[in-house]
């Protein structure tokens, strides 16, 4: 008896999985190579001519915490304050972004604890000529600052004051008035950090000298600022566009899938995570969202993101246990009082009770679950990403790495590959025929 041929509508399936994985994978290396040619221009040094014309403002200023409006005004007598050495090590950069000249802060000097306000001072000389001279802001700062010119406020980071209001810190350029050249003035910077902003050994105030260029080499310079910023947070925007074309991926072909409770779920699960990382990016970039309100959605926003993942690998294996969706919920509200209140035993509980719900859903998909290797992939990168100190820490792997010399953290790695082998994922899923609903039928 002659075999009957395979139905046309099993190859068209094939047909459109291999343009569609063709597709990802030419996406993907496109989008590798934009980044890293972006990191790669980023993370060179400041061109030597270009520093060579200006003067970075390091060594001795005088430094006082508190905070007095007088202190702004040049005829102040700072004798008896502090002296704080802005000098850089060699090769010294921050542990974020790798920005150059990194100088630990004031609790590294004597103030370990404290957050508020305090004042820098120092005299500088303002080369002759005919050049119009500007100030680079420092750009590195907990959290924001005022920059001061014989009292004249040339601007800042932040709105300070009573109510102070703060922004990331990002490259600022500040123009001295047009009779500075010659003379010696006053530098003065106004700084302030939030009591929200984490405790480390080196925080507080500035972590970058000033610079002092005559214009066109501080455009140059300032140029060159942003550059290493942008690429600084580069990843924090690609992948969360990334993200939502998967989304869009996912919801596009949910009709034609298998796993159709799995991929809504699965896609809410990736837009939140999109709204967190790409928070990252608008701050470092722009005074949209300032430091209180990024700080509070990072410690909430996680909570329902978990949530949402572990509903939706409860349906992966298209019975979903009763009693994951109430342990997930229960975990979810715990998580939020505990970020709320705040309370870091409550946050630990839901942290590590998550952990153990996760443990669950994988020997399901382990004893029944199909497409197990590739399912199990990206269920492991979702771990490693969302508890990243309690599963990776302990192996020993570095939070950050500084490829070309701007930190990409170990996240940022493993989102990258979640995308990818999300995105099989979801190509993975489709059907030759279209159920009333999801069914068991294996790809």
Known sequence: MMSRPSPPVASSIDAKRRRLFIGIILTTLVILAAVVADLASGGRPDPPALRAAATLLDGSWRFHIGDDPRWADAGTDDTRWETFDMTASPGSHDGDVGLPDYVGGWMAHGHPGYHGYAWYRRVVTVPAGGASWDILGPTLVDDGYELYWNGQLLGGSGRLGPKPRLVGTRPLLFALPADAAGTRGVLAVRTYMLASSGVSADGGGMHTAPILAPRPVSDALHRAQWERTIAGYIVDLIEPLAMLAVVALALGYRSRSNRRSFLVLASIALALTAARRLGNAIVAWTDIEDLATYTWLASVMWVPTVAAWAWAWNRWCLRPWRSVDVAAAVLM?????????????????????????????????????????????????????????????????PGIWFPFGIGVARTQYVYAILIVLMAFLVVRTLYEETPAGDTATTP
Do not use: H, K
């Not at 942290?351 to 994988?362: C, K, N, P, Y």
């Not at 992939?377 to 792997?397: C, Q, R, Y």
């Open 333 to 397: 509200v715990i998580g939020l009082l505990g970020a709320l209140l705040p309370s870091a035993a409550m946050t630990t509980c839901s942290r590590l009770g998550s952990i153990a719900l996760f443990a669950v859903i994988v020997t399901r998909i382990v004893r029944n679950g199909p497409m197990r290797i590739l399912a199990l992939a990206v269920l492991a990168s979702i771990m490693a990403a969302l508890f990243g100190p309690e599963l990776v820490d302990t192996l020993g792997v």
